[in-house]
């Protein structure tokens, strides 16, 4: 593979695996590279000027920053809060929704560029590696893929080494946990994660408890978005995400311990705080609990858990989602209202909803205590012909 020269697009975070990969690239293959940010939410304006500060000394032609949240909103956490998508009813897909993005992203400035080659940092353990090459087996299927860290199988200790005798010194040997962080949540990885029996400290999550009175927090929806906080009107819903975030992180809600199947069929585990997705999910859930028909709920359920499966296995371009989206949005025309929480320092609780779409109606009864829309009779009457079919069977089937 003749690589002296090749201008490559290396999908590039800053951190130390893509830091290895863009000096790798430069100095010892001597390509040319062209490094890539997908910022899905995660990075302030200082650490991307940093970012690309960094780049300066690896020999990188160009570095290129894209803001890709709100087309992230709007193509994928939109579905993700319709769908009250939680993986293993835990985790609200935080990193992996996002890397379709950012693959994406990275795939079509490769193409523009006319590059030779497209890399990025993935080791060869995680679900990454997948959803890296698969989008750019699809969308850029003219470029080769490189990938030095999972093709060498080196350690980070190697890496910092290398980057050391390079004259680059960074403060990649301080760092016990790698942080991956989104408009969507923060990924936490770290010693503990590697095993089954442990979990991370209270100082490796990114947001520390600061708050501890209790406070009132309503989120308010129309048809299934993101409208409000508080009373406040936002235009857009990513500003609504990241304010009930800042309030959320301040009482320490969305922390937990993610364990899920990974794509090549091991079991892996991820820390997370996520306390902006985990409020707005259970509280889209609760005002669809009120507005939604039983059915809905159930094959909402249905899909909604495989929407996000399917999204976390690496196949955000299969064309079923697509289609699950469609029904999703449909299902969001009467969920409207406001809905009502409490939060305290590490937990939360629901008090109740407003919806001028709300079907638990007086006008039709008051569950256990008043009927108005049937009488005893109609009831007898309905019990009766809903026990045929099993009066029937344990007839017809009784053992004498």
Sequence with gaps: MITK???VVLAYSGGLDTTYCALHLSKDLGMKVYTVLGNTGGFSDEELSAIENKTQKLGVIQHTSIDLTEEYYAKCI?????????????YPLSVSSERAFQAMAIAQYANEIGADFIAHGSTGAGNDQIRFDLIFKIMAPNAQIITPTRDLELSREEEIQYLKDHGIDDTFEKMAYSINAGIWGTSIGGKETLVSDQTIPEEAYPSQVTQTVASELSIGFEKGELVSVNGQKFENPIDAIKTIEKLGSAYGIGRDMHI?????GTKGRVAFEAAAPVLILKAHEMLEKHCLSKW???????????YGMLLHEAQYLEPLMRNIECFLE??????SGEVKLMLYPKYYQMIGVNSPNDLMNDAFGQYGEKNEGWTADDVKGFTTILANSMKIYHTVNAKG
Aim: aromatic letters at 8%; hydrophobic letters at 35%.
């Design 5 to 7: 020269d090749k201008k």
């Design 330 to 335: 449909d299902t969001q025309a009467t969920v």
């Design 296 to 306: 809905q709920m159930h094959w909402k359920d249905q899909l909604g858990d495989f």
């Design 78 to 90: 939109k579905y993700l809060i319709m769908g009250n998508v939680l993986k293993n009813n835990c």
């Design 260 to 264: 899920g199947d990974t794509i090549l």
